[in-house]
């Protein structure tokens, strides 16, 4: 297996179920994940959005007490991403932690932009929540 996995986790100063249920609403999206979402909107029982890579499909993992936010992001290319997310009591905190995963094909460059664009989002849901 060929695959590299970088775990992106931020700390974030608020319980971690308040962080959880920002984070899981996905019309929050486009106020943290610039990565994904520039705007969002349930049509036709699924949630669309615009994206730097451009209309996307979202999917999300049902609503649990685990903290899992795993989502399917469905490309236009019609190429389906997993993307593993959580949401871990850190104390009175939480930690939020991603794992980014290189996809066949993607170079050192791409994957580091890739991180580079992932830890800014995980910033900015810090910035929105700790306001």
């Known amino acids: 297996m060929d695959a590299v996995s970088r775990h992106l986790s931020e700390l974030i ?3 971690a179920a308040e962080v959880y249920a920002f984070a899981a609403e996905p019309a929050n999206l486009p106020r943290w994940a610039a990565g994904l979402s520039g705007s969002i909107e349930f049509v036709d029982g699924r949630w ?3 994206s730097p890579m451009g209309a996307v499909t ?4 049902p609503r ?3 903290g899992v936010l795993d989502h399917w992001v469905t ?3 019609g ?3 997993y993307n593993p997310l959580r949401v871990l009591a850190a104390g009175d905190g939480s930690e939020v932690v991603f794992t980014l995963r290189r996809r066949a094909g993607v170079g050192d460059d791409d994957f580091e932009a890739d991180a580079a664009a992932i830890r800014a989002d995980l910033a900015t849901l810090k910035k929105v ?3």
């Open 58 to 61: 979202v999917e999300f993992a």
């Open 79 to 81: 190429e389906t991403n």
């Open 64 to 66: 649990n007490d685990f």
């Open 13 to 15: 100063d608020r319980p």
């Open 48 to 50: 669309r959005a615009d």
């Open 129 to 131: 929540l700790e306001r």
């Open 75 to 77: 490309l236009p290319t």
